[in-house]
């Protein structure tokens, strides 16, 4: 079957966002006094899987293995049924 | 000696590290990202460039080639091994040093030269530097900012290799700029030895990196 996977990868919590902050200072030059941004990275694909749960423990370990560095990053695999 | 350079899409120092081997009689050569034997080098050096575009993060996607498998081989064999600049990404990404180089704290490419200090000589590459000495190589990077939550460690194990001197460009923990594996063999600094291994460069602070590994 195939399902539709969406991993979404943040910092860990305390981790500086270079990127966060040069966005924050952007938005307050227009005047919007904006706190605690955040960026976070979204990436989706499909896969072939048995089972959600399946689906789910396969992109876990896409994850460990490529997406994402332990070492700085959070992730959440969210998985759907189909292609779209 | 014979000095295995690896190359990646994307990889853009090659032929300077190519050069600086050369200066110090050290034979290279190029290897390409799907070589999985290089059991024939006596030492490997990944230099600087921007290995599959730095896309997902600096380095990620050169860790997963099979030429990784080549140069974890050469560590086990207790085989000096130095990544350089994107180098350095690619060996913490692999996890043959600990800690990781992400984004600069200002989110901007810095390219200067900086003054750092050598802060071990047990590994091969700084084996002909004094412990303390300053010496004054380029950087240039975005993704430079040393980050490590185990940083006592990294200290006591005497695993901290380079580290800015006076100021910190880049925003990494205790201006750390250049780490080494628990033997000291693999060694990744984000500083370019090979853009000073000459003094018409501005610089040949750089070379002993070079001749430290053919004294080795």
Known sequence: MKYRAEVTIGLKKGMLNPEASTIQRALALLEYPVEDTKTLEIIKFSLEANNPEEAREEVDQMCQRLLCNPIIHDYQINIKPGDG | ?216
């Open chain 2, 1 to 216: 000696m014979k000095v295995g350079i690896i190359r990646f899409p994307g990889s853009n120092c090659d032929r300077d590290v190519f050069h600086a081997l050369e200066l110090v009689g050290c034979e290279g050569e190029y290897i390409w990202w799907s070589q999985r034997d290089l059991s024939k080098f006596d030492a490997l050096v990944i230099p600087g460039g921007f290995s599959y575009g730095d896309y997902l993060r600096a380095g990620a996607i050169a860790a997963i080639t099979p030429v990784i498998d080549g140069i974890k081989e050469a560590v086990k064999e207790d085989k000096p091994v130095l990544g350089i600049c994107n180098g350095a990404q690619i060996l913490a990404e692999v996890g043959l040093v600990p800690g990781v180089f992400t984004l600069n704290e200002k989110a901007q490419f810095i390219c200067q030269w900086e003054e750092m200090e050598v802060k071990t000589t047990r590994t091969p590459f700084t084996s002909l530097y004094k412990k303390g000495e300053t010496i004054k190589m380029p950087i240039a990077h975005a993704e430079g900012r040393y980050y490590n939550p185990q940083i006592e460690d990294l200290k006591d194990q005497d695993q901290v290799v380079l580290s800015f001197v006076g100021k910190n460009p880049n925003g990494s923990i205790e201006a750390i700029t250049g780490v080494c594996d628990l033997e000291g063999r693999v060694c990744a600094v984000m500083p370019h030895p090979e853009r000073a291994s000459e003094s018409i460069l501005g610089s040949d602070d750089g070379l002993k990196f070079f001749k430290g590994l053919v004294n080795y």
